[in-house]
């Protein structure tokens, strides 16, 4: 199992910056892909980035040049931190990760708030 524990949600304003963490523990060893997720009230769940063990990153085009993923290198804590935050980037935020066993686990998400 691996347990994933997210931080760094709050309020921000229009144009703020937030950074966000994951930190993982557990059976961790064998992680590859990292992920942050995003699910705004009445919408579905959306990927925000990826970022592999190799190093591979990847974003949703909403997020491109605001948002950048980042992971120490234990894969012990993911980072997203955000940029030119606007309103329509309001949701929960969600970190994922997948073991090279093809099991996935869930942490239980922190709340952005963009808002004036």
């Known amino acids: 199992q691996v347990q994933l524990v997210e931080s760094g949600g709050g309020l921000v304003q229009p144009g703020g910056s937030l950074r966000l963490s994951c930190a993982a523990s557990?059976?961790?060893?064998?992680?590859?892909?990292m992920y942050w997720y995003r699910q705004a009230p009445g919408k579905q769940r959306e990927l925000v980035a990826t970022?592999?063990?190799?190093?591979?990153?990847n974003y949703a085009d909403s997020v491109k040049g605001r948002f950048t993923i980042s992971r120490d290198n234990a894969k012990t804590t993911i980072y997203l931190q955000m940029n030119s935050l606007k309103p329509e980037d309001t949701a929960n935020y969600y970190c994922?990760?997948?073991?090279?066993?093809?099991?996935?686990?869930w942490g239980k998400g922190t709340l952005v708030t963009v808002s004036s």
């Open positions: 557990g059976s961790i060893s064998s992680i590859y892909y």
């Open positions: 994922k990760v997948a073991r090279l066993d093809n099991m996935d686990f």
């Open positions: 970022i592999t063990t190799d190093g591979r990153i």
